[in-house]
Every structure is written in C-alpha cells, then in structure tokens.
C-alpha cells in the first residue's frame, strides 16, 4: 500500500515541478518581450528627436534665407 501513496507522491511532484517550470518560464519570456519593447520605444524616440531637432534647425535657417533674399531693404 505504501508503494502506491509513494508513486501517486512522486507522479504528483513531478506534475506540480512541470507547471511550475512552465510557468517560470511564461513569466520570464514576457519580462523580455517587455524589455525588448521598451527598448524599441526608447530607440524610436531618440531617434525622432533627433529628427525632429535637424528638421526644426533646418527650418528656421531655410525660412530666414527665402525671406531675406524676397524682401530685403535695398528694394
């Protein structure tokens, strides 16, 4: 009878060790889907303010030339 309880213990173990595992493992392929995420996020940003830097300095230098060579004080 014993050997019985024991192998029904052990079957029971060893089922309870896999879904532990499994979910181990869910929760760290999702702490790293996250992270990539938000690294890809941080990469896009950086990436638009720098952008967004080049085409505001662009701008205004490109804008003051049109004006000043269109309407100076000679004519």
Do not use: H, P, W
């Amino acid at each position: 009878m014993t050997k019985i309880y024991l192998t029904i213990l052990m079957c029971a173990i060893t089922v309870g060790a896999f879904f532990y595992g499994k979910n181990v493992g869910v929760s760290k392929c999702e702490t790293q889907n996250l992270q990539n995420q938000i690294r890809t996020k941080e990469q896009n940003q950086t990436k638009e303010r720098i952008l967004n830097d080049k085409v505001f300095k662009t701008g205004v230098a490109d804008i003051r030339r049109f004006l000043r060579d269109k309407y100076s004080i000679a004519e």
